[in-house]
T-cell receptor, first 109, second 118 residues
Framework: EDKVVQSPLSLVVHEGDTVTLNCSYE??????LLWYKQEKKAPTFLFML????IEKKSGRLSSILDKKELFSILNITATQTGDSAVYLC?????????FGSGTQLTVLP | DAGVIQSPRHEVTEMGQEVTLRCKPI?????LFWYRQTMMRGLELLIY????????DSGMPEDRFSAKMPNASFSTLKIQPSEPRDSAVYFC????????????????FGAGTRLSVL
């Protein structure tokens, strides 16, 4: 059975801190790993990674995939209160995704 | 594009009643997914369609749940009869089939339907 495990389950930091969110996966016919941000509504897409070692960046967020060790990390530098959300990791085959339970990030002013 | 559109946004019903959730995927997307999200179980895939055909419904919890996609622009998820444990947020998502260099696997979510069964 496909499985995606995220850690930590929750994290509380202060503005300006740097955080690292972890995601490990076991997925048959793995094709890609995706990160989503979920505030009080629908998940919104952040990154998709398909190759090991290539870092994806978007502003203060970055992510990298290790296909040998079957994990990915999401880094957020200089955190802001607007980064507070649940961050979901999903791994999938060509057609469907299995989601992790998410990391609840709270950034305090 | 307006994105994935779901209705209603909120539904409150009594146990035993029939509930129908609706979804309009992004135009041109080949895949449509129904998810359920709860605090206890997170985001769970219920069923997904490719070109209007159900591909995998192994996540559908019971026979009380059914889903249809009569055409490329509309899908429904029905619960009959509903039970309090069905209370959750139900998301619909759509994506493009892998083709060429187009992004694959990126699923775009609707705003969800928050269902409360009393």
């Amino acid at each position: 059975e496909d499985k995606v495990v995220q850690s930590p389950l929750s994290l509380v930091v202060h503005e300006g801190d740097t955080v690292t969110l972890n995601c490990s996966y076991e997925v048959t016919n793995f094709r890609s790993l995706l990160w989503y941000k979920q505030e009080k509504k629908a998940p919104t897409f952040l990154f998709m990674l398909t190759s090991s070692g290539i870092e994806k960046k978007s502003g203060r967020l970055s992510s990298i995939l290790d296909k040998k060790e079957l994990f990915s990390i999401l880094n957020i530098t200089a955190t802001q209160t607007g980064d507070s959300a649940v961050y979901l990791c999903a791994a999938g085959s060509a057609r469907q995704l299995t989601f992790g339970s998410g990391t609840q990030l709270t950034v305090l002013p | 594009d307006a994105g994935v559109i779901q209705s209603p946004r909120h539904e409150v019903t009594e146990m035993g009643q029939e509930v129908t959730l609706r979804c309009k995927p992004i135009s041109g997307h080949d895949y449509l997914f129904w998810y359920r999200q709860t605090m206890m179980r997170g985001l769970e895939l219920l069923i997904y369609f490719n070109n209007n055909v159900p591909i995998d419904d192994s996540g559908m919890p019971e026979d009380r749940f059914s889903a249809k996609m009569p055409n490329a622009s509309f899908s429904t998820l029905k619960i009959q009869p509903s039970e309090p444990r069905d209370s959750a947020v139900y998301f619909c998502a759509s994506s493009l089939a892998p083709r060429g260099l187009a992004p694959k696997n990126i699923q775009y979510f609707g705003a969800g339907t928050r269902l409360s069964v009393l």
